[in-house]
């Protein structure tokens, strides 16, 4: 059975709004603006996804909260089984593995045994989740990162359910589910809270947001990449401005462009800041579907209902958008993108300039031989000649070099002391990967090698990269540079890089180095990638490879030597020897493979002893604690204090950092009064809210204006600085609600809910943003607090060093009050359910109410 479109979607109708149109008729909710829909046509709509995504650092709070609301139905007197979800719910295990050991042939080996050590709580209390919640499927560690895995593998693109067919409508708990939409897949990421209620039937509720038509011409020239095009796309459509906003991509330039590049741009939707970043249903994805093993009947299915319902790909059609933007892809040029955003696109021309402004006056690395040929970094070496693994494994590792060594290296400012090929954004990609290999393959031909103080590293988002690769001949020459296999997971992209090589992070403490970063990922947020690194640049796998080589930032890389005589040009392949090697390697049976077993596991995911039963018996982990998100806050917003006064595009990394918890952080002190010597990140305490709510407002590149430093200080109720939670605690002590004033664009990156759990247990009522990202107001809101936008021109001299006294009013318009003057705002509750929500204190309160009552969701 087909929920029909034709006679009832108007023909101008933009596909992504189609699919929206379809959802609501299928449920039965309201539709009127989708049918009647214009350029400018506003409404409101309840979104039930298909399905529901999710991570392990994501994915354990989520599953922490409902097994805390299956205890809260216990103390209620019903059924703890009523809290179940209702959809199927996938979740990919890629968050937690990290790069410990790197540039040796056992580093995957030994980074899963790590893992293991270190997350079995967490890791046996998903596989309680698994066996209890009927519709949850766990994907376990090692099998690579969730949004490749659902690009290769997980995506219907079309479902078939209990005798309908229907879109695939994946709403995940990362930013960059988004990705899936490279294959005509509408999806977007949501918060926890968010998911949480979906999962259990409840609807998402949304503002029809404006339609964006971009309309790609032309063909990449040689020599570029699909890295290139989104590093472009990332800077065109965040000065265009889409936040809050659907992208939807058309144009005759989608005849030739593969899925695998759509793919990538579509990764970084949420950089460039729009709720989703659409490809429609052409030939190029019934192409991907056979390339990656769907079954026949599959691909036929997809073909037909995408053409039934007005969902396939005609350029010369007549949709009508709210917006348009157009982008020659003629004119794209080589770029990398940083040091602090992935919108500040560099051109390979200027990148000597610009990366030089970034460098304090001092030495720089190795400046006094810098055309010297390195000696090849080998796949030892880099833990020291004989290493042992056990060394390792016992965290006994010697300096990987020595100190004459590092001295005769002259390390610097500008150093490029992590390179990784790493992230599901770019190692989806065969063209690109492929391009890096044979990079590395001229490289080693002409005795190159990596340099000895920057940690190479590589880790694909699925096991069929490493598959081709091997095939292709191409990973020895990588090893040669140290781009040994270090594990299949997010790593370097999300912060879990690891230590420095402990020489070179001596160095750079000791001297204040301002060292960089250079990687295949996402995001580059300040204190994102690693907490010693300053600038953090954005940059296709091959380039990668040769940032390796050069070793520093501050190079022209058209016109300087990687090292002797030998120039990037001299090694870079031309797309004749890429496409000679993809056709060479690439087949349909590299998934069969690689899929076959997705949801077995390992021996040691086997063998985890998984506690059973309806509810969870917590015990004293300190990774996993039940939380309680169903006390309903006052909101009483007199005389309320600023915890914080924060500038523009402040990160979730900023609100709630997932990387390494420093042993002298708040968190850190709270975990080793525990008696806990492995601290480990913050993601993987996320299930913890003692950890996570010490560490709010915890990174150390924070810049809280209320004060003159930087990190996690503020101060407290009595002037004096202390610690952002000691503040946050004495104001509850005292009975002073809390708030956060900010500026532009507050809550920017990814859909972290801890970004808004962990400031609501500090106590934090409300913030006042000259404007909000999308996914993070959500979780504002799903947490209880309420986000107050700045009418335009207001809010700039508001410093929240004097109380403020914040005052709502019934059209949903607020003032605030302090030091005598006056500020309008706007209460960005855009819904009725986000309404209902505030009212009961957030989503859980009041999903755990209407279950307890009988209502269904």
């Given at each position: ?6 006679g ?7 596909r992504?709004?189609r ?7 299928r449920?039965?909710t309201?539709?009127?603006a989708l ?5 400018g046509?506003?409404g ?5 996804p298909s399905?529901v995504?999710l991570?392990d ?7 922490v909260?409902?097994?805390?609301m299956?205890d ?10 009523l809290v179940?979800p ?11 593995v ?8 056992d ?16 890791y ?8 209890t919640?009927r ?7 090692g099998a690579g990162?969730m949004h490749?895995?659902?690009l ?5 693109v ?12 994946c ?11 490279g294959l005509?897949?509408l999806?977007w990421?949501?918060?926890?809270i968010e998911?949480e209620?979906?999962m259990?039937?409840?609807?998402v509720?949304?503002v029809?947001?404006p339609v964006?038509?971009?309309?790609l ?12 095009l ?10 265009h ?8 991509f058309?144009g ?6 593969p ?10 939707c949420?950089?460039?800041g729009?709720?989703?970043?659409y490809?429609?249903?052409?030939h190029?994805?019934?192409?991907y579907?056979?390339f ?5 009947a ?11 319902q007005?969902?396939w790909?005609d350029?010369?059609a007549?949709?009508l ?6 982008l ?7 770029s ?6 992935p919108n500040q ?7 000597k300039q610009?990366?030089?402004?970034e460098?304090?006056k001092?030495p720089r690395t ?6 010297q040929?390195?000696?090849?970094v ?16 016992r965290?006994?590792a010697?300096?990987?070099?020595g100190?004459?060594?590092?001295a005769?290296v002259?390390?610097g ?5 992590v390179?990784?090929?790493t ?8 063209a690109?990967?492929?391009a890096a290999?044979l990079?590395a393959k001229?490289?080693?031909e002409?005795g ?8 190479t590293?590589l880790?694909?988002?699925?096991r069929?990269?490493?598959d081709?690769l091997?095939?292709a001949g191409l990973?020895?020459?990588l ?7 270090a594990?299949?997971g ?7 890089s690891g ?11 000791e001297q204040?180095l ?5 990687l ?16 953090n640049?954005?940059?296709s796998?091959?380039l ?5 080589l ?10 300087e030597?990687l090292?002797?005589?030998v120039y ?7 797309p004749a020897e ?20 997705l949801?077995?596991?390992d021996d040691?995911?086997?063998?985890l002893?998984?506690p ?6 917590w ?6 604690q039940?939380?309680?998100y169903f006390?309903q ?5 007199h005389?309320?204090r600023?915890?914080?006064r924060l500038?523009?595009s ?22 080793k009064?525990l008696?806990?010597t492995?601290?480990?990140t ?6 913890n ?21 930087e ?23 005292a ?5 956060v ?10 859909s972290?809910?801890?970004?808004a759990k ?5 106590g934090?009522?409300a ?7 999308r996914?993070?107001r ?5 947490l209880?607090i309420?986000?107050l ?11 929240g ?8 009013h019934d059209?949903d318009?607020a003032?605030a009050?302090s ?7 706007r ?6 359910r ?6 009961h204190?957030?989503?859980l ?5 209407r279950?307890s ?5």
């Amino acid at each position: 059975m087909i929920q029909l479109l034709a006679g009832v979607a108007p023909d101008h109708l933009p596909r992504t709004l189609r699919i929206l149109l379809e959802n609501a008729l299928r449920h039965g909710t309201s539709s009127e603006a989708l049918r009647s829909w214009e350029p400018g046509v506003t409404g409101e709509l309840e979104v039930y996804p298909s399905r529901v995504f999710l991570h392990d650092t994501n994915g354990v709070p989520v599953l922490v909260d409902l097994a805390a609301m299956r205890d809260a139905m216990v103390a209620l007197g019903k059924d703890p089984a009523l809290v179940d979800p209702v959809i199927p719910a996938e979740l990919v295990v890629d968050h937690s593995v990290i790069v410990d050991v790197f540039g040796r042939p056992d580093a995957l080996r030994l980074n899963v045994a790590r893992e293991y050590e270190r997350n079995a709580e967490r890791y046996r209390f998903l596989r309680w989740g698994q066996q209890t919640f009927r519709q949850l499927k766990v994907v376990p560690p090692g099998a690579g990162i969730m949004h490749q895995i659902n690009l290769e593998y997980l995506a219907r693109v079309v479902e078939e359910r209990d005798g309908w067919v229907f879109p695939d409508l994946c709403l995940g708990t990362d930013s960059h589910t988004t990705m899936v939409n490279g294959l005509g897949v509408l999806g977007w990421g949501i918060g926890g809270i968010e998911a949480e209620a979906a999962m259990l039937g409840q609807s998402v509720s949304m503002v029809l947001p404006p339609v964006v038509g971009v309309t790609l011409t032309g063909s990449l020239p040689a020599g570029t990449t699909a890295t290139d095009l989104v590093l472009t796309i990332t800077e065109t459509l965040r000065a265009h401005g889409v936040v809050g906003k659907l992208v939807e991509f058309t144009g005759p330039a989608l005849a030739d462009l593969p899925v695998p590049d759509r793919a990538t741009i579509a990764n970084m939707c949420p950089e460039f800041g729009s709720t989703a970043a659409y490809f429609p249903i052409d030939h190029q994805t019934l192409d991907y579907l056979r390339f990656t093993n769907r079954p026949p009947a599959k691909v036929a299915l997809v073909e037909s209902y995408a053409r039934t319902q007005g969902l396939w790909h005609d350029p010369d059609a007549n949709l009508l958008y709210d917006e348009n933007v157009t982008l020659d892809l003629s004119t794209i040029v080589p770029s990398i993108a940083g040091p602090r955003r992935p919108n500040q696109r560099i051109p390979l021309t200027h990148t000597k300039q610009a990366t030089e402004a970034e460098l304090p006056k001092g030495p720089r690395t190795g400046a006094a031989g810098r055309n010297q040929q390195p000696e090849p970094v080998g796949s030892v070496g880099l833990f020291g000649q004989g290493e042992s693994a056990d060394a390792v494994e016992r965290g006994e590792a010697a300096d990987p070099l020595g100190k004459g060594e590092l001295a005769g290296v002259g390390l610097g400012h500008g150093a490029v002391v992590v390179a990784a090929i790493t992230s599901c954004t770019n190692t989806s990609n065969p063209a690109v990967m492929v391009a890096a290999g044979l990079v590395a393959k001229k490289a080693v031909e002409r005795g190159l090698g990596s340099r000895a103080w920057v940690k190479t590293t590589l880790s694909p988002g699925s096991r069929v990269v490493m598959d081709y690769l091997g095939a292709a001949g191409l990973t020895p020459y990588l090893e040669k540079l140290g781009f040994h296999l270090a594990g299949f997971g997010c790593m370097t992209c999300i912060g879990a890089s690891g230590e420095l090589i402990d020489d070179v992070a001596r160095a750079v403490r000791e001297q204040d180095l301002t060292v960089a970063a250079v990687l295949s990922g996402n995001r580059n947020f300040e204190g994102r990638i690693q907490p010693d690194v300053k600038l953090n640049y954005l940059a296709s796998p091959p380039l990668v490879i040769a940032y390796a080589l050069a070793g520093r930032i501050d190079i022209d890389l058209l016109n300087e030597p990687l090292s002797g005589d030998v120039y990037l040009r001299d090694i870079w392949p031309d797309p004749a020897e890429i496409d000679a090697v993809l056709r060479d390697v690439l087949d349909p049976d590299l998934f069969k493979h690689a899929y076959d077993d997705l949801f077995t596991g390992d021996d040691r995911w086997q063998n985890l002893d998984a506690p059973l039963g309806e509810t969870f018996a917590w015990g004293n982990s300190t990774y996993l604690q039940r939380p309680d998100y169903f006390t309903q806050p006052a909101n009483d917003l007199h005389g309320a204090r600023a915890l914080v006064r924060l500038g523009d595009s402040v990160t979730t990394d900023h609100l709630s950092p997932a990387g390494a918890i420093p042993r002298d952080s708040v968190a850190g002190r709270y975990l080793k009064h525990l008696g806990e010597t492995e601290l480990n990140t913050y993601a993987s305490r996320r299930g913890n809210h003692e950890v996570m709510m010490r560490g709010a407002f915890g990174n150390v590149r924070l810049r809280n204006q209320l004060l003159d430093v930087e990190g996690p200080l503020t101060r407290g109720p009595d002037g004096v600085v202390t610690s952002i939670f000691d503040a946050a605690m004495a104001y509850q002590k005292a009975g002073v609600p809390i708030v956060v004033v900010a500026g532009k664009e507050y809550g920017t990156g990814s859909s972290r809910d801890w970004a808004a759990k962990g400031p609501a247990l500090l106590g934090v009522r409300a913030v006042l943003a000259q404007s909000f990202e999308r996914i993070h107001r959500s979780n504002l809101v799903g947490l209880g607090i309420l986000p107050l936008e700045f009418l335009p021109g207001e809010g700039d001299d508001l410093t929240g060093e004097a109380p403020i006294d914040i005052e709502l009013h019934d059209d949903d318009s607020a003032t605030a009050r302090s030091a005598g003057r006056t500020y309008r705002l706007r209460v960005r509750l855009d819904t009725p359910r986000e309404h209902d929500y505030y009212r009961h204190g957030g989503v859980l309160p009041y999903v755990l109410h209407r279950l307890s009552e009988g209502h269904t969701l």
